[in-house]
């Protein structure tokens, strides 16, 4: 079965098993959580450069499900780990045990996620660039393809 085939589609995400993968589908997870709670963004440089739009998830609630051999790593602060893929380089989550943020957790990039909508989900963008944290902005997501589509439907 393709990627595409077996991936979750949903126009308004709620709770639900997410499936992520990267780019070549080497690594693959799956995570328990609900989108539409809310997601972030930082403004820090490897976040911005990676592309990195995140939630958080318990233990509990994740799950590799393939990829072990081809998982890389590294640690930024020593608090939290990014793992990626070595064949493709993709950052498909993170892994960390941070106080501040309940313990132990599971952080996925949602770029990751296969086959599914995210307009309209709330992201907080975070100011991580001056290790500041503070909260900059609210917005809902907005897929530039997908307005792109309903702007040129309308016109």
Known sequence: MSNAASAQTTKTP???TYRASC??????????????AGTTRCNCTICTK????GTIVRPGAFRLVSGEEVLGGFSRTG???SHFCKTCGIRVYGHGDIPELGGE?????????????????????????HDTWEQ?????HVDPVTAAKRLSQTS
Not at 136 to 140: F, G, I, K, Y
């Open 14 to 16: 709620g709770p639900g």
């Open 23 to 36: 780019h070549c589908g080497a690594l693959r997870i799956e995570a328990d959580f609900d989108p539409s």
């Open 50 to 53: 990676t592309g990195w739009w």
């Open 79 to 81: 608090a939290g780990y």
């Open 105 to 129: 957790f599971y952080s996925i990039n949602l770029n990751c996620l296969d086959g599914v909508d995210l307009t309209g989900v709330p992201v907080d963008y975070l100011d991580g660039l």
């Open 136 to 140: 900059l902005a609210a917005a809902p």
